[in-house]
């Protein structure tokens, strides 16, 4: 174990609510906590012990408590923790903790006590980012990647690939030692090729069940796009099935609307802001094309609305053009005022009477979800930087296998076999720096 100094935060969010939870965790923790305690001497408790206790200041009360003790290594962190459970209110659970600082120890950071746990060797990065999962799981899907993720599922099969690679990287080296058996290098180089080729399929398939599984948990940043007046606000209620934006016909009324989160059949559609896209007073430039693209450009998904019952004019062909190499969805509403447009591939709807509302889901779904795959997706990486360091070692897994092609000497691709194996140490922390390990704990919460 690393010897850290003490740190301590309130893990629980400070509501009134029946109790706080305060922690702290490094050499001193418990000798700390003893010195505000009384009724107990948690000093001589063994670890993984709960006992009920009192708080007091001056001899006088300020808290009731239940205290734990868990001695290093056997605790979340490997180090010595106590958890103080108080009362449930701000000011007593604020005092406790004012006074734990007063004697030495130290305000946690956001995720510090998992960070411990990561750098105690207690788990590796990928169970780490599980526990922040976990806090922020909002479906059933999501809850339960984050809970094999925890389980070391990530860890498992990425330990696996990097083995797969290590393998390779040892045929290199016995060629490269022992030059002289040609025969040898022939067969090398055929195995090489055929590992190479293997890998690349394996690890190309895991990232596509990845994307599926991304989906699920980090659902789709989602643009509802329009000229006014074309029934955006009212798609939006259709598709929230309840009457929560206000819909007019007077053009520019329903600006703020369309923002916020819908769930469709399991899959979240994050709602981008598009407030200043049609923020506009301008009444010739009625689409901000600047905006339109900032919006554009962090959207996954484009929802593009046009409307049946009016030729198409200037404003739709425009929106036409800057979406046509986004991932999109070209809808036809007002379709119950028995209009058509002439375009490839649109779905019609009407945000009025629901008609066509739910093809519309089943198509958006469609879109990013291969029904066919889902089946035997059961795969846990759906994170954006896991999937990212799985795309670095498959393009250098690509580059070695094309310089493998090629005829290169074996030892010209260690290179590229040793890249691949670092980008998948990254995922598992195994060969993350300080600076990304930092970067990643930044995002947990206080006391987690
Ligand atoms: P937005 O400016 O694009 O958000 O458009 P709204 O949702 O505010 O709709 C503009 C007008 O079109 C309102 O009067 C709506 O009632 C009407 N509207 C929207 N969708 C439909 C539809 O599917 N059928 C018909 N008949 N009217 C619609």
Same mark, same amino acid.
């Given at each position: 174990?690393?010897?850290?100094?003490?740190?301590?935060?309130?893990?629980?969010?400070?509501?009134?609510?029946?109790?706080?939870?305060?922690?702290?965790?490094?050499?001193?923790?418990?000798?700390i906590?003893?010195?505000?305690?009384s009724?107990?001497?948690?000093?001589?408790?063994?670890?993984?012990?709960?006992?009920?206790?009192?708080?007091?200041?001056?001899?006088?009360?300020?808290?009731?408590?239940?205290?734990?003790?868990?001695?290093?290594?056997?605790?979340?962190?490997?180090?010595?923790?106590?958890?103080?459970?108080?009362?449930?209110?701000?000011?007593?659970?604020e005092?406790?903790?004012?006074?734990?600082?007063?004697?030495?120890?130290?305000?946690?950071?956001?995720?510090?006590?998992?960070?411990?746990?990561?750098?105690?060797?207690?788990?590796?990065?990928?169970?780490? !980012?599980?526990?922040?999962?976990?806090?922020?799981?909002?479906?059933?899907?999501?809850?339960?990647?984050?809970?094999?993720?925890?389980?070391?599922?990530?860890?498992?099969?990425?330990?696996?690939?990097?083995?797969?690679?290590?393998?390779?990287?040892?045929?290199?080296?016995?060629?490269?030692d022992?030059?002289?058996?040609?025969?040898?290098?022939?067969?090398?180089?055929e195995k090489?090729?055929?590992?190479?080729?293997?890998?690349?399929?394996?690890?190309?398939?895991?990232?596509?069940?990845?994307?599926v599984?991304?989906?699920?948990?980090?659902?789709?940043?989602?643009?509802?796009?329009g000229?006014?007046?074309?029934?955006?606000?009212?798609?939006?209620n259709?598709?929230?099935?309840?009457?929560?934006?206000?819909?007019?016909?007077?053009?520019?009324?329903?600006?703020?609307?369309?923002?916020g989160?819908?769930?469709?059949?399991?899959?979240?559609?994050?709602?981008?802001?598009?407030a200043?896209v049609?923020?506009?007073?301008?009444?010739?430039?009625?689409?901000?094309?600047?905006?339109?693209?900032?919006?554009?450009?962090?959207? !996954?998904?484009?929802?593009?609305?046009?409307?049946?019952?009016?030729?198409?004019?200037?404003?739709?062909?425009?929106?036409?053009?800057?979406?046509?190499?986004?991932?999109r969805?070209?809808?036809?509403?007002?379709?119950?005022?028995?209009?058509?447009?002439?375009?490839?591939d649109?779905?019609n709807?009407?945000?009025v009477?629901?008609?066509?509302?739910?093809d519309?889901?089943?198509?958006?779904?469609?879109?990013?979800?291969?029904?066919?795959m889902?089946?035997?997706?059961?795969v846990?990486?759906?994170?954006?930087?896991?999937?990212?360091?799985?795309?670095?070692?498959?393009?250098?897994?690509?580059?070695?296998?094309?310089?493998?092609?090629?005829?290169?000497?074996l030892?010209?691709? !260690?290179?590229?076999?040793?890249?691949?194996?670092?980008?998948?140490?990254?995922?598992?922390? !195994?060969?993350?720096?300080?600076?990304?390990?930092?970067?990643?704990?930044?995002?947990?919460?206080?006391?987690?």
């Amino acid at each position: 174990m690393n010897n850290y100094d003490t740190i301590c935060a309130i893990s629980t969010s400070l509501g009134k609510s029946a109790i706080n939870i305060i922690r702290l965790s490094g050499e001193d923790s418990i000798e700390i906590a003893s010195k505000i305690i009384s009724g107990v001497d948690i000093r001589k408790k063994e670890g993984g012990t709960i006992t009920h206790a009192y708080i007091k200041e001056n001899g006088n009360y300020i808290d009731e408590i239940l205290v734990s003790v868990f001695r290093a290594p056997k605790s979340y962190t490997g180090e010595n923790l106590v958890e103080i459970n108080t009362h449930g209110g701000a000011y007593v659970t604020e005092r406790v903790f004012d006074m734990l600082i007063s004697l030495g120890a130290r305000v946690a950071l956001p995720g510090e006590f998992t960070k411990r746990a990561f750098m105690n060797n207690k788990m590796d990065l990928t169970s780490a !980012e599980a526990v922040m999962d976990i806090v922020n799981a909002n479906t059933r899907k999501s809850l339960d990647l984050a809970n094999k993720a925890l389980h070391r599922d990530i860890y498992n099969l990425v330990h696996e690939l990097r083995g797969n690679i290590m393998d390779i990287l040892l045929q290199i080296e016995v060629n490269i030692d022992y030059p002289e058996y040609e025969d040898e290098i022939e067969i090398s180089h055929e195995k090489v090729k055929h590992d190479t080729s293997m890998l690349i399929d394996k690890i190309t398939d895991l990232i596509d069940k990845a994307e599926v599984m991304r989906v699920y948990k980090e659902g789709i940043k989602t643009v509802i796009l329009g000229k006014p007046n074309v029934g955006k606000s009212s798609l939006l209620n259709a598709l929230l099935n309840q009457n929560k934006a206000i819909v007019t016909n007077i053009s520019g009324t329903t600006r703020d609307i369309v923002e916020g989160k819908i769930n469709i059949g399991g899959v979240v559609l994050h709602l981008l802001d598009t407030a200043g896209v049609r923020d506009t007073d301008n009444p010739i430039e009625l689409i901000g094309i600047e905006k339109t693209m900032e919006v554009l450009n962090e959207a !996954e998904l484009v929802l593009l609305v046009l409307d049946t019952s009016a030729p198409l004019d200037a404003q739709d062909y425009s929106l036409l053009e800057m979406t046509k190499d986004k991932k999109r969805i070209i809808i036809g509403n007002k379709i119950d005022l028995h209009g058509k447009l002439d375009i490839v591939d649109i779905v019609n709807v009407s945000s009025v009477t629901k008609a066509g509302v739910d093809d519309l889901k089943k198509k958006i779904i469609k879109l990013f979800i291969d029904e066919d795959m889902e089946k035997d997706t059961e795969v846990a990486i759906s994170s954006t930087r896991h999937i990212g360091l799985l795309k670095e070692a498959l393009s250098s897994l690509k580059d070695a296998y094309e310089s493998e092609k090629e005829g290169l000497y074996l030892d010209m691709l !260690e290179i590229d076999f040793k890249k691949a194996y670092t980008s998948l140490g990254l995922i598992t922390g !195994e060969e993350a720096t300080s600076d990304i390990v930092d970067e990643l704990f930044k995002k947990f919460c206080l006391g987690k």
